[in-house]
T-cell receptor, first 113, second 111 residues
Framework: GDSVTQMEGPVTLSEEAFLTINCTYT??????LFWYVQYPGEGLQLLLK?????DKGSNKGFEATYRKETTSFHLEKGSVQVSDSAVYFC????????????FGKGNQVVVIP | KAGVTQTPRYLIKTRGQQVTLSCSPI?????VSWYQQTPGQGLQFLFE???????NKGNFPGRFSGRQFSNSRSEMNVSTLELGDSALYLC??????????FGPGTRLLVL
């Protein structure tokens, strides 16, 4: 079935550093792609999304581009803040009419002042 | 617009008991999906309800069930609780498909 793979392990970086979290996917159709963020003790918040190839989703300084040729949707931010410390999940929605999200394992991001 | 609400936020149960969790979607949203989040398995899809009908189902045993009411509110029930059912249960709503908005979750601890 459809699946999402995120890079292993937590990410620790200093404030104002550049952040990249890798996400690749396997899908039979043309999925929509999402990044969700989870702060401690909370549910998931939608960070950004892209619904077709070459779309770029962006929000709060974060960006991700839907790359069909490399089946990737990497998350980037140019200058992180301490408040960006959270767990980030990449997800795909398999097809239209199907609200079943498949998630990656998530990456803990810790930003040090 | 109010977000997705889930009640209760925390629950402690013992093995063998059953539990019912509630989810109220964003006003106007007709689809409600449920997910289980555990440290070992991550986020897994349980089921989705749309217009009071189960539209999708994940790979969970029959002890996990749900329903949706005419006002789109949804409940999920877990019978004969096991230790491994300890998890954060997340509800998400959408109108009518694609982008899902999540509630804060119900944290269930089974002792």
């Amino acid at each position: 079935g459809d699946s999402v793979t995120q890079m292993e392990g937590p990410v620790t970086l200093s404030e104002e550093a550049f952040l990249t979290i890798n996400c690749t996917y396997t899908a039979t159709g043309y999925p929509s792609l999402f990044w969700y963020v989870q702060y401690p003790g909370e549910g998931l918040q939608l960070l950004l999304k892209a619904t077709k190839a070459d779309d770029k989703g962006s929000n709060k300084g974060f960006e991700a581009t839907y790359r069909k040729e490399t089946t990737s949707f990497h998350l980037e931010k140019g200058s992180v803040q301490v408040s960006d410390s959270a767990v980030y999940f990449c997800a795909l929605s398999e097809t239209r009419g199907n609200n079943r999200l498949a998630f990656g394992k998530g990456n803990q991001v810790v930003v040090i002042p | 617009k109010a977000g997705v609400t889930q009640t209760p936020r925390y629950l402690i149960k013992t093995r063998g008991q059953q539990v019912t969790l509630s989810c109220s979607p964003i006003s106007g949203h007709r689809s409600v999906s449920w997910y289980q989040q555990t440290p070992g398995q991550g986020l897994q899809f349980l089921f989705e309800y749309f217009s009071e009908t189960q539209r999708n189902k994940g790979n969970f045993p029959g002890r996990f069930s749900g329903r949706q009411f005419s006002n789109s509110r949804s409940e999920m029930n877990v019978s004969t609780l096991e230790l491994g059912d300890s998890a954060l249960y997340l509800c998400a709503s959408s109108f009518p498909e694609e982008t899902q908005y999540f509630g804060p979750g119900t944290r269930l601890l089974v002792l």
